[in-house]
């Protein structure tokens, strides 16, 4: 069965950057169709997609957050990762990351998320 | 940007009773919806997708209908479990609504 299991650093000051690490199974990013979303949940704005990073490397980026993400992946090792630079305390909030089936436009799968503070 | 505009905002319900939640696109989504239940401290589980199909293992009582604009989740026979907040999420370019908390009365 499909599981996906967010890791990251807990907490971090501004300015810094937001390094992710989503480690899964039950699937693999070798396979056509498959990739990785990530979405996180803010008091400001509510749940907010951030981007996917799919099997071919294709990648898909909320275009108001696009120039401060980068997303890749390790498909050897079932991982994806996000990184958002020069965080501030918007950007506190947790951090889910899912299942991504290409031409579905749902997310079927979560994991559990993880809790980033930003705070100086 | 297609926004989307979900009401209400919180709702207080009884058991057994029938329950609507509505989302609206600024723009026609053709059926490219889905909603999501979120339980505190959980994440969102995946309950109606293309506006009115049944994820697996989800219970019948829950439905979704629309189209254009205009989309619903409707949970019949409220039970207790069906605490939680409620979103709606178009797929174009992946917009949740603000969400539903839904209380028992």
């Known amino acids: 069965q499909v599981s996906l299991k967010e890791s990251g650093p807990g907490i971090l000051q501004p300015f810094q950057t937001l390094s992710l690490t989503c480690s899964f199974s039950?699937?693999?990013?070798?396979?056509?169709?498959?990739?990785v979303g990530w979405i996180r949940q803010t008091s400001g704005k509510g749940l907010e997609y951030l981007a996917t990073?799919?099997?071919?490397?294709?990648?898909y980026f909320n275009p108001s957050l696009n120039s401060r993400l980068t997303v890749s992946k390790d498909t050897s090792n079932n991982q994806a990762f996000l990184k958002i630079t020069s965080v501030d305390t918007a950007d506190t909030g947790t951090y889910y990351c899912?299942?991504?089936?290409?031409?579905?436009?749902?997310?079927?799968?979560w994991g559990q998320g993880t809790l980033v503070t930003v705070s100086s | 940007d297609i926004q989307m505009t979900q009401s209400p905002a919180s709702l207080s319900a009884s058991l057994g009773e029938t329950v609507t939640i509505e989302c609206r696109a600024s723009?026609?989504?053709?059926?490219?919806l889905a909603w999501y239940q979120q339980k505190p401290g959980k994440s969102p589980q995946l309950l109606i997708y293309?506006?009115?199909s049944l994820h697996t293992g989800v219970p019948s009582r829950f439905s979704g209908s629309g189209s254009g604009t205009q989309y619903s989740l409707k949970i019949n026979s409220l039970q207790s479990e069906d605490v939680a907040s409620y979103f709606c999420?178009?797929?174009?370019?992946?917009?949740f609504g603000a969400g539903t908390k839904l209380e028992l009365k």
């Open positions: 899912t299942q991504c089936y290409n031409n579905h436009g749902w997310f079927a799968y």
């Open positions: 039950g699937f693999s990013l070798g396979t056509s169709n498959m990739g």
């Open positions: 990073i799919w099997w071919d490397d294709d990648k």
């Open positions: 723009e026609d989504i053709y059926n490219g």
């Open positions: 293309n506006a009115n």
């Open positions: 999420q178009q797929y174009y370019d992946y917009t």
